[in-house]
């Protein structure tokens, strides 16, 4: 059974720091990894799609990697803004379409 | 573009009373549709999903059960509701690979 795990659970910067978030995984048979930011009381957001045959994914100041060998992937934020306060959530897929999430990192970043 | 709504967005229910939550998805044809929950101090989990009319499947035993009547239409009930069944239930679409997800129904069961 896919297990996926984000470290670490809580997170707080200062503004305009360069932050690194992670997410591991037990089972490296995955199709893709999806990270995605959620803002309290609401739904999720896509933020970043890796593929599997992919390494890195970049939105703006936002790049994901994927090493799918050693079950992990890391969200890098450039330049952190208090506008980035969120949960980050990674999740993977496995056959079928199926997400399996982590826990999330809740971020902070203050002015 | 493709839009996904859910209402309502609050509800809070009495133990032992039936449930419905709606969920639809515009600008798209037979997409795959999901029904996750997100309780409090949990992750957020698989319930259901469906790739076409009429076809659930249920990734976990539970009190509750999905429908989905038309293309573009999925729907969450319950026939008794049970003071674990409160979360934040979310629904999402995909077409390719990424799946994207609706705003969210916050359930209450008292």
């Known amino acids: 059974k896919q297990e996926v795990t984000q470290i670490p659970a809580a997170l707080s910067v200062p503004e305009g720091e360069n932050l690194v978030l992670n997410c591991s995984f037990t089972?490296?048979?995955?199709?893709?990894l999806q990270w995605f930011r959620q803002d309290p009381g609401k739904g999720l957001t896509s933020l970043l799609l890796i593929q599997s045959s992919q390494r890195e994914q970049t939105s703006g100041r936002l790049n994901a990697s994927l090493d799918k060998s050693s079950g992990r992937s890391t969200l890098y934020i450039a330049a952190s803004q208090p506008g980035d306060s969120a949960t980050y959530l990674c999740?993977?897929?496995?056959?079928?379409?199926?997400?399996?999430f982590g826990g999330g990192t809740r971020l902070m970043v203050k002015p | 573009s493709q839009t996904i709504h859910q209402w309502p967005a609050t509800l809070v229910q009495p133990v032992g009373s039936p449930l419905s939550l709606e969920c639809t998805v515009e600008g798209t044809s037979n997409p795959n549709l999901y029904w996750y929950r997100q309780a409090a101090g949990r992750g957020l989990q698989l319930l259901f999903y469906?790739?076409?009319?009429?076809?659930i499947s249920s990734e976990v035993p539970q009190n509750l059960s999905a429908s989905r009547p038309q293309d573009r239409q999925f729907i969450l009930s319950s026939k008794k509701l049970l003071l674990s069944d409160s979360g934040f239930y979310l629904c999402a679409w995909s077409v390719l690979v990424e799946q994207y997800f609706g705003p969210g129904t916050r359930l209450t069961v008292t």
């Open positions: 999740a993977v897929v496995n056959a079928g379409n199926m997400l399996t």
């Open positions: 469906s790739v076409g009319i009429g076809q």
């Open positions: 089972d490296s048979a995955i199709y893709n």
